[in-house]
């Protein structure tokens, strides 16, 4: 019967823990190339890894640009070719890359590119194991004579994708859409369908899921020929439009308002936020829901989100589920630019304090993204300056709002140099995986990655459920040094706990029966250079907490 436990160990822990770098100066490599990687996106692999997708000049002599994606799973272990597959690396120039989940851990990226003589979208599918599953160089969605730019991509809950892009066809910028199949057979109207064709420029789409095949669609529209006003249009799996021609009026008060998110609202409808500068003196946010049949539910040209003194800007907004929808924003109502977030009912109802809630604590803090961490709650990053250089950090949200982490948030990345432009991953168990676009080669951007588990932490352990108690197993830090040491976290109703270590061939190292808040100090001379595994049972359980560290020593 022991036998058979530490089998099960040794197979749990070679699959779920660490290639993970738990020193936020260190982090994991995901390209590190000549010349630079960025426009960072990326997507769930369905099995608690993520999908990267990129821009990178590795192949130019003359600044044009390629595709390039990655994988990485929970572990932390790159699954494809080193450095990452090309997506498309025709020698014409590809940019403005985005990415969607195809299911069953396949991914469809779309971009614009230039091989024709003018830029046309075009897209690729990957499946879970790196293989590129359409023609080499990617499918043409729409080419035409003119350009067409800006694609934005959602999937179609098919293992296909609903993409959408600026389009210069009628002289100025509309709105087209396209649908591709899990196969690359473009399904609509050849050119794509018109979303919005009004009159003078309309741009800056987005784009999410209707929750039935479809899409709905916001941007930025200027067909009153003095300002910027945002619109918004549904439309079904067989590229028919749902709502009113060219789209519904999400908001057209005085002045300009720009930079919309979107997202679902659990009932086939949408949350849509922007930046507005109605009042002539700042920008300040706003939101709106619209139903499934294209009414908006709050206050007519939306409901205020922040309207504190200075401008708020660089929005992104996160919906979970029934608590609401979480917007975050860059806020310079202080003489420094800090994060602040306020979570906004389905019902328009702002949940938290009048103007949002301070996430950062930095000199400067920009560019805060926001994702689910799947268990009701929010996870925010973004850049973060204390000095002369950008760091990433992060912030946990529960589902009413409260902060779970360390104020001020954790550190992501604190190597030399600047760290930017963050995106996260959810992990599926209440932490998330991060990526970022990094200087520290002091010579160009290259990608990093990072993961911190539910409580915060870059620990290798394991969440478990005791009772009404979360217990988690730890080593710290990992790889190990003099100080590594092994303890358990929320321990208070732990009366004592048994550690076993083994290294990678089976053989025993270490047992220990330890009490309460003791600690085990991991003495390095007993540790030649490779993977442990360690096993603690809690007051005599039979299903033991699991885990896994690195030793450097020689």
């Keep these: 019967m022991r036998i058979n436990l530490f089998c099960i160990l040794l197979v749990f822990s070679g699959t779920l823990m660490a290639q993970w770098n738990s020193d936020p100066a260190v982090n994991a490599s995901v390209a590190i190339v000549t010349k630079s990687q960025d426009n960072l996106h990326t997507v769930s692999d369905a099995n608690g890894g993520a999908i990267i997708s990129w821009d990178d000049n590795r192949n130019s002599s003359t600044n044009a640009t390629d595709i390039f994606a990655q994988r990485i799973n929970a572990s932390g272990i790159i699954k494809w070719a080193t450095n990452g ?44 194991s790196g293989n590129i599953q359409w023609a080499a160089n990617g499918i043409a969605i729409c080419s035409k004579s003119t350009h067409q730019k800006n694609p934005k991509i959602v999937g179609d809950n098919a293992g296909g994708a609903i993409i959408v892009w600026e389009d210069s066809v009628n002289n100025f910028w509309d709105i087209y859409a396209q649908r591709v199949s899990s196969t690359g057979a473009v399904l609509w109207t050849t050119g794509g369908v018109g979303i919005c064709v009004a009159g003078n420029t309309q741009i800056n789409p987005k784009i999410e899921s209707d929750g039935l095949g479809g899409a709905i669609i916001t941007w930025q529209d200027k067909r009153n020929n003095v300002d910027y006003d945002i619109y918004a249009q549904r439309i079904d799996n067989n590229g028919t439009v749902q709502w009113a021609a060219d789209g519904v009026v999400i908001c057209n008060s005085i002045n300009t308002q720009s930079n919309p998110r979107i997202e679902p609202d659990g009932s086939n409808g949408a949350i849509i936020g922007w930046i507005d500068k109605r009042n002539a003196i700042d920008n300040n946010i706003y939101g709106q829901r619209i139903n499934s049949t294209g009414i908006v539910q709050w206050a007519a040209n939306g409901n205020s989100i922040c309207g504190a003194s200075g401008s708020q800007s660089a929005l992104d907004i996160k919906y979970t589920g029934s608590n609401g929808t979480v917007f975050t924003w860059k806020d310079a109502r202080t003489a420094t630019t800090s994060v602040y977030a306020q979570l906004v009912s389905l019902s328009g109802a702002n949940q938290l304090i009048a103007d949002g809630i301070l996430i950062s604590n930095g000199l400067k803090s920009n560019n805060p993204n926001a994702v689910s961490d799947k268990q009701n709650g929010f996870i925010i990053a973004w850049q973060d300056s204390s000095g002369t250089g950008w760091d990433i950090k992060t912030q946990r949200l529960d589902a009413t709002g409260n902060t779970l982490w360390l104020s001020g948030g954790v550190i992501v990345s604190n190597a030399s140099n600047n760290q930017i432009n963050a995106v996260q991953i959810s992990d599926n168990n209440g932490g998330a995986i991060y990526f970022w676009e990094d200087y520290r080669n002091a010579a160009d951007y290259n990608i990093y990655a990072h993961h911190l ?83 603690i049972k809690v007051n005599q359980t039979t299903l033991p907490l699991k885990g896994s560290f690195i030793s450097t020593f020689k």
């Design 85 to 128: 597959i090309a997506i498309c690396n025709n020698s014409a120039h590809q940019q403005s890359s985005a990415i969607a989940d195809a299911e069953q851990g396949n991914a469809i990226i779309t971009w614009e590119d230039i091989r024709l003589g003018n830029y046309d979208i075009y897209a690729q599918k990957i499946d879970s």
């Design 453 to 535: 588990y539910s409580s915060g932490s870059p620990d290798i352990g394991i969440d478990k459920l005791h009772g009404n108690n979360s217990l988690k197993a730890l080593c710290f830090p990992n790889p190990i040094t003099n100080n590594s040491i092994i303890k358990l976290t929320e321990n208070s109703y732990v009366n004592n706990w048994q550690l076993q270590i083994f290294d990678s061939q089976g053989r025993s190292i270490v047992t220990k029966t330890l009490s309460n808040n003791d600690t085990f100090l991991i003495n390095t001379n007993d540790y030649t250079a490779g993977i442990y595994f360690y096993m």
